[in-house]
């Protein structure tokens, strides 16, 4: 079987496992899609995921409340050995590529790291992935009685439901103890859609000029247009804006339909995080900005004046 | 304890990277200690500054000659003693975490740092893995750090947001941006660092086989459109792109 582990936020499943799903189906690889649910009071999630998966194992106990990797580690591990899973695939979120290394050193298994794509060639499973800060697209493969698989976030398209809605079955789990204690937890809310969800980004680099501008025009356009909004590491640097946006090599991979980039330079770090947009639309006031060199449209101008208008027209 | 950092030597980020026969070829680019694993560095430096109990700084490298450049760099900035585990094969980050696990074991190490993300391989996983041949627990995308004893607190990023962590040593921490600002190594610490012992391990000891093949690699370049408006009527330069935008690349409603 092919078993995908269900990444879940705030009582949903995650696009990312809808993703995962196709990336099963578009694999080759035989057998049941299998999604294992793991979390606490995640019956609607399972049912969410019975609609695209041919079935759903659920663990709905105390101890998975919250993610833990060296549980969620040996959670995955336990599944995949008792249905003898020939392909684990899990989400390359941050927390899945944290656990996925310790599934694949458990199961023995070669481990497929963020692949942008996923299929069988022979008897090996051959993915791609980027390397080199996302300049280069490197084909890799493996072969074993199993394979671990993280997908990178946004390279498939979600699954919609083929055919019936796969049962549901609770599994037992032996898991171990957690040995991080979590002290403290700050979550970074935003009424905005998350980042690596968003069809469509507003980005503010340096140009942007000030905190209070990044909220008049960033956020400004974003609202205006239902975005998600994103920041350079210059502008988390100097505190304008939470880590949490930050696109790029240190921050978040994004690939929405559109990224617009508002004074942003275009640095290869930032580039790294955000260079496989479908659209790049760039507003910098230096026509030399190597942000230009990759965008499919681009304004010279002046944020200060470009961004107003084009949240008053997008209004109309 | 003794605390084992590890190191690789990467393309700098403003280098070219070029493809030769479907590999990426490193020939005459310029190359720098990768970033994310100076963090590592110089935080191990700076818990033992701070008092910490640590005996040894150890730093690892695994891979090709050119590695020993990273290793210098290390020695030049604190560490005590470096390791070079010298193989021109490229293996995956899942099958050197063997290395870097009988390394520690060998070097009787209570905590591992290591980059939070490659800048070559783009891979996340070489610290996981370790851990888990270890049997240890982990901490990831760490930004502030403080040992005390045996007990590491601090915090770090998860999937939607922040944490404040405890764990008791051992563990391996992988680090990243905003962790502390590394040190430049100075002359006289780059003149000492050339009498620090680098020790050269045959990988062939370490029973490495390769479980991930690269067959092809690609420099990425999607063709862009490049359509350039003229910004200096404002008001038509934001009609047209929302334009171009809703009726052309179709990804306005
Ligand atoms: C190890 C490492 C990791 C890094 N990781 C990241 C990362 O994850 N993400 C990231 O973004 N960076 C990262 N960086 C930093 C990166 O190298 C750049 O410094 C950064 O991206 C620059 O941000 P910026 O474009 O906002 O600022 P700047 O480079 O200062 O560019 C500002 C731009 O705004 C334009 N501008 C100014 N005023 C106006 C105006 N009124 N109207 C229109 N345009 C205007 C300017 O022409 C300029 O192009 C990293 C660096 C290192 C060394």
Redesign the pocket.
Known sequence: MILIVAEHAAGKLGKATLEMVTAARESGREGPITVLVLGQNVSAIATEAAAVADQVLVADLPQLATYNAETWAAAATQIAQEGEAHTVIIGGSRSGREYAPRVAVKLDAPYLEDVTSLKASGAALQGQRYTYLARVTETVEAEGPVVVVTVKPGSFAAATPAGAAGEQYDVELTLPAPRVEITGKSVEKSSRVALTEADVIVT??????SPENFSKYVEGLADALGAGVG???????AGWRPYAE???????TVQPGAYI??????????L??MGKSKNIIA????AE???FKVADYGIV??????VPALIEASKR | MNILTLVRQVPD?EARVKISQQAVDLDGTTLVVD??DEYGVEEALRMRESGAGVEQIIALAIGPKRNEDALRTALAMGVDRAIHVETNEQFDAVTLSKVVAQVAQAENVGLILVGGQE?DWDSQALGAASAERLGWPQLTWTNELKLDGDTLSGRHDVDDGNESFRVTLPAVVTTQ?GLNEPRYPTLPNIMKAKKKELRKDDAASYGLQARVRTVGAEIQTRARRNTMIDGKDPQAAAAQLLELLRNEAKVLA
């Open positions: 503010g680099g340096r140009g942007v000029g920041a350079t590491r210059a502008v988390v640097d930050q696109v790029g090599q240190t921050g978040k980039a508002l004074g942003v330079s275009g640095a290869v770090q930032h790294s995080g507003i910098n006031k230096d900005a190597p942000i101008g002046d944020i200060n004046e470009i | 980020a970033g994310m800048a941006q």
